[in-house]
C-alpha cells in the first residue's frame, strides 16, 4: 500500500517551497479547501492549504484525514515567538500543543472588571466523557524522536524544541505572553496548530508541528512571513526521514 504523509500549512507562502520539489503535481479542492498531490522520489506528498485559524485548520485536517488517509501529518508554517530566547528564524519542533484560546474566568461582580491573567485554561467535554481537565496534546514520540535526529539540518537558526501554544488571537501584550511562557512553558504562538492536533488526536493519525519564529516582539523583532521557507526546508527533510524509515519496515 502506498504510504503518503500530509504537509499542512495556512497560507500559500508557507507551502510554495515545498511544491517546488514535488513532481508530478496534481491539484484538486475539497469542499473548499486546496490539496496539491505530488511525488518526492516515488513517493507520495501531500499538501494542504489550511487557511488561517484553529477552525479551518480542524475542518481541513478532518477532510485531508478522510480523503488521504496519511502515515502521518506534518503541521508547519510560521509563528510568534513567546520567550525570551527565542528569535526571529529559530525553529521550533512541537513536542506538544496547548489551546491557549479556551478559558474558564474568575466569578467577578458588576463592575469588579475583568483580569486575564486569573483566567483557567481548561478544557471542554461532554458530560459523559471523563478526560484530564488540561489540553495538552502530545507530539507523535516517533516523529519527535525522527525530528530531533535531523535538527542539525536546520542552519538559518536556532532549533529548539518546546511547546507549541496555539489559538485565534495575534497577542501584543508583552506581560500576557510571558504569562502563558511562565505557566504553561509555550515557546512559540500561532494559530492553526491546536486544530490539527485536535483533529489527529482524535483519529489516531501520528502528527508533529514545526515552527519558524517569524517576529518576536519583545524582542522587538518584527513580523516577516517569508522566513515561512525555514520550516518548509526542515519539513522537507523530514519527510524524507519519514518516508526511509517506513520504508524500512
Known amino acids: ?8 500549512g495556512a497560507m500559500k507562502v508557507e507551502l510554495n517551497y515545498i511544491k517546488s520539489k514535488l513532481n508530478n503535481i496534481e491539484e484538486i479542492e475539497i469542499d473548499g479547501y486546496n490539496f496539491i498531490i505530488g511525488k518526492i522520489d516515488n513517493n507520495k506528498i ?7 485559524g484553529t477552525v479551518n485548520s480542524a475542518l481541513a485536517t478532518y477532510i485531508g484525514i478522510k480523503k488521504i488517509m496519511p502515515i502521518c501529518i506534518i503541521n508547519q508554517g510560521v509563528a510568534g515567538g513567546t520567550a525570551r530566547n527565542i ?3 529559530d525553529l521550533i519542533i512541537g513536542n506538544a500543543c496547548i489551546n491557549t484560546n479556551t478559558y474558564k474566568t474568575a466569578y467577578k461582580k458588576e463592575g469588579e472588571g475583568s483580569n486575564p491573567f486569573e483566567w483557567e485554561i481548561t478544557k471542554f467535554t461532554s458530560d459523559d466523557e471523563i478526560e484530564e481537565n488540561n489540553n495538552i496534546i502530545k507530539t507523535d514520540d516517533e516523529l519527535l524522536k525522527i525530528a530531533e535526529n535531523i535538527k542539525n539540518t ?9 511547546i507549541l501554544g496555539s489559538g485565534d488571537m495575534w497577542n501584543n501584550e ?39 519564529i517569524s517576529d518576536n516582539i519583545m ?31
Not at 1 to 8: A, D, H, V
Not at 183 to 202: L, R, V
Not at 232 to 247: D, H, N, S, T, V
Open 87 to 89: 528569535h526571529k528564524n
Open 46 to 52: 501531500v499538501l494542504s492549504e489550511t487557511k488561517i
Open 1 to 8: 500500500m502506498e504510504k503518503t504523509i500530509l504537509i499542512q
Open 154 to 162: 536546520y542552519k538559518s537558526g536556532n532549533v529548539h524544541v518546546g
Open 219 to 249: 524582542l522587538k523583532e518584527d513580523y516577516e512571513r517569508n522566513v515561512a521557507n525555514g520550516a518548509q526546508e526542515f519539513a522537507y527533510e523530514l519527510a524524507k526521514e519519514i518516508l526511509y524509515k517506513y520504508g524500512k519496515e
Open 174 to 212: 508583552i506581560d500576557r505572553i510571558l504569562w502563558f511562557n511562565e505557566n504553561f512553558n509555550t515557546i512559540s504562538a500561532d494559530m492553526e496548530s491546536i486544530g490539527a492536533y485536535t483533529i489527529a488526536s482524535k483519529y489516531k493519525t501520528s502528527i508533529i508541528g514545526i515552527r519558524v
